[in-house]
């Protein structure tokens, strides 16, 4: 395949004031890019131009139970898919664009500048117009945030003009040990928010009352003796009760050690983040100057009472459940990036394998984001693209296979069987076929922002791994991390795609400011070195979004108030050592029994009975489907009694009658219900 670079250069005119050809490639990218998104954005809303009255959204369903909220979105669905679809449709023009020599010697004149100047300050005004385009409820950033970047991005445009020579005080391992420091130091003051209590999680934010529970049932049924896959529906993760599980039935499944341990992840994510920017950073300074704005943006501030600093770092599926697998896949990355290799390859690829396992609906998008990371980062794919990218593939493909073959050993040890892969669709096919929660997307707002900046990264990732080929390392590593941003992105994104709550934003947060960060690093260094008009808009824009996310740094929660919150006690709301007893009156030590209540299977464990409920709470039952996988656990495992606890749908209890159980027993002061039929 002719790589972009020599289709620039075949039959251009000689002579002194040739353009680069990297300067060819970002002028076609600009002029192409305009009609490209009409196309798609006409396709989308010819099919589907109102998603909010499109009839499709509301439907009446047999296989779900009555009043379950189901609101298919075909319309966003295609618009998503359109979306995906633009930046290789930009891509192929490109590429097609470059082969046309009239056509490249039209775009090396001086007057498509302006018009290219043009065309940027459209889409930067596009992107910033829709970033403040903000919900009511949800106000992302406020004018405080405006005013302190704008302060700060005209300090950094005056600092740019006049080129100052810079030094920072001290030597470059002070420097470096103070940027390590408040790196670590900042990123304690934000991971403290998250650390919930058996105490204090009845002084928690509703938000994170209600999903606290859920969560920690994904980790508390290994502990009960459920095995992922086998006979255990997961709902967020496949692989990370191996390791956590274990660790609270040490620690006597306590919601102090669950959170203990998902904030432990986390931070584990973000050491990840930061190897990947100190890798492409010429310093530590410099790497500490993208890792705190990309801190404060990952746990922005959602609401405040009191000490209670609600953000998406409390929302546990996603961060850390969704996010430590990618930044881990990330760094994993870093060393083919620095240097290429077959054992660096099976590394990365190995850990592509696990993360996609792990978690479906952001574990792939990771996997194609390490493709594209090590691709890009790869000076063969100048010269070499279509087999280059054969050989990561391959290796994908293998540490895929081999993600899979570990799990099912795993599982064939410990449960006696293989996993049932089907099962690790039941919640992606509930939530995206079905439509269950889902809300429409606005035609405008914060969203859009997201999504440009995700496509930038991905084209100035690309574009300069085919027109501008380096053996520099740093540079290298920074186009792997841009293409992996980039493309993790816009995986991650059909998350929010599907269910458009303003809220849900916040979970794409932390990929934004990954992207944003290095863009900014990577736009600054630019102009530093090689000052060229048609990167002045996109270059101001970039630093503008960085200062944006600075900004917030303003909101850094005080460790000591945090640390008062932990320590202070409180009520132990969901404390089950009250609902113990009635369970351990009706059972004997170790009986399979079915548990159909919030805290199932930690309500299980602490009464010595094997809750074979295959859910992490009974509210994870919202249809038929679910429910045949219920009652096939109990059947297999011959269970005559069930206890039920604040069971919504009538349609549970319904099918516990027909399938022969009787309400034998309630206790009034605890809710529970005793349901039981003849064994065998």
């Known amino acids: 395949m002719t790589s972009a670079r020599a289709l620039v250069e075949r039959g251009a005119p000689p002579g002194p004031d040739d353009i680069e050809p990297a300067e060819i490639v970002t002028r076609l990218t600009w002029l192409l890019a305009a009609p490209v998104a009409l196309v798609v954005v006409g396709v989308g809303w010819l099919f589907y131009p109102d998603p909010v009255t499109d009839p499709a959204r509301v439907s009446e369903n047999p296989d779900f139970f009555t009043g379950i909220f189901l609101a298919p979105e075909p319309g966003d669905r295609l618009r998503y898919a359109l979306g995906l679809l633009a930046p290789i449709l930009l891509a192929v023009a490109v590429v097609a664009a470059c082969s046309r020599r009239r056509l490249r010697t039209f775009v090396a004149g001086e007057r498509v500048v302006p018009i290219t100047i043009g065309i940027q300050v459209g889409v930067v005004g596009f992107a910033l117009w829709n970033l403040a385009a903000q919900d009511p409820g949800f106000e992302y950033f406020d004018r405080t945030d405006a005013l302190i970047a704008l302060v700060l991005t005209v300090g950094a445009v005056a600092i740019g003009l006049r080129r100052p020579h810079l030094r920072l005080p001290g030597t470059r391992r002070v420097q470096a040990a103070v940027a390590y420091v408040v790196s670590a130091a900042v990123a304690v003051c934000y991971l403290l928010t998250d650390v919930v209590t058996d105490g204090g999680i009845g002084r928690a934010l509703g938000d994170t009352q209600f999903h606290v529970p859920p969560f920690m049932g994904e980790f508390t049924s290994f502990a009960n003796g459920r095995t992922p896959l086998v006979d255990f529906v997961p709902q967020y993760t496949n692989l990370l009760p191996w390791v956590v599980g274990p660790v609270l039935d040490v620690a006597d499944v306590r919601i102090s050690a669950f959170s203990v341990a998902m904030v432990g992840l986390s931070a584990l994510g973000l050491l990840a983040v930061f190897v990947a920017l100190r890798a492409l950073a010429t310093s530590a300074v410099a790497a500490a100057a993208m890792f705190l704005p990309f801190v404060a943006l990952s ?11 609600g953000n998406i770092g409390l929302y546990y599926a996603v961060m850390p459940l969704r ?11 870093i060393p083919y990036l620095r240097r290429p290799s077959r054992r660096n390859l099976v590394l990365a690829a190995a850990a592509a394998g696990l993360v996609a396992v792990n978690n479906l609906d952001w574990g792939i998008p990771a996997l194609g ?6 691709w890009s980062g790869d000076r063969a794919s100048a010269t070499r693209p279509v087999r280059t990218a054969g050989r990561i593939g391959a290796a994908l493909v293998a540490g895929a296979v081999g993600a899979l073959a570990l799990l099912s050993l795993l599982t064939l040890v410990r449960a006696g069987e293989l996993p049932d892969l089907g099962l690790a669709l039941e919640f992606p096919l509930l939530f995206g076929e079905s439509g269950f929660l889902l809300l429409p997307v606005p035609g405008t707002g914060p969203y859009l922002a997201l999504y440009l900046t995700f496509v930038a990264a991905v084209a100035v990732a690309v574009g300069r791994a085919l027109v501008v080929p380096t053996d520099d390392v740093r540079r290298r ?4 991390v841009l293409a992996f941003g980039g493309i993790f992105g816009l995986g991650a994104f059909a998350y929010y795609m599907g269910r458009s709550h303003p809220f849900n934003l916040y979970a794409l947060f932390s990929a934004w400011a990954l992207v944003v960060v290095v863009l900014a690093y990577e736009a600054v260094r630019t102009a530093w070195r090689r000052p060229s008009t048609l990167w002045i808009v996109p270059t101001v824009g970039v630093v503008a979004l960085g200062a944006l996310m600075a900004a917030t740094l303003r909101e850094l929660p005080l460790p000591w108030r945090q640390v008062d919150r932990i320590t202070s006690g409180g009520a132990a709301v969901y404390d089950v050592q009250a609902l113990v007893p009635f369970v351990q009156e009706h059972t004997t030590d170790g009986e399979p029994v079915a548990i159909l209540s919030i805290q199932s299977h930690r309500i299980a464990e ?6 074979v409920s295959p859910f992490n709470s009974v509210n994870a039952i919202a249809g038929f489907d679910q429910l045949d996988l219920l009652f096939e656990r109990i059947d297999a495992e011959d269970v005559a009694t069930v206890f039920t606890r604040d069971v919504f749908f009538p349609e549970i209890t319904d099918a516990l ?11 009034p002061e605890t809710g529970w219900a005793l349901w039981t039929r003849a064994a065998g």
Do not use: I, R, S
Not at 300 to 306: M, P
Not at 477 to 480: I, K, M, P, Q, T
Not at 657 to 666: C, P, V
């Open 299 to 309: 746990f922005k501030q959602a609401a405040l009472v009191g000490n209670e600093y």
């Open 323 to 333: 996010y430590v697998g990618p930044w881990l896949a990330l760094a994993a990355c």
């Open 369 to 374: 984001a390490v493709g594209a990371g090590l």
């Open 477 to 480: 590593v920074a186009d792997g």
């Open 606 to 611: 602490a009464a010595g009975v094997d809750d």
């Open 657 to 667: 009658a027909d399938a022969g159980f009787e309400m034998e027993a309630t206790d």
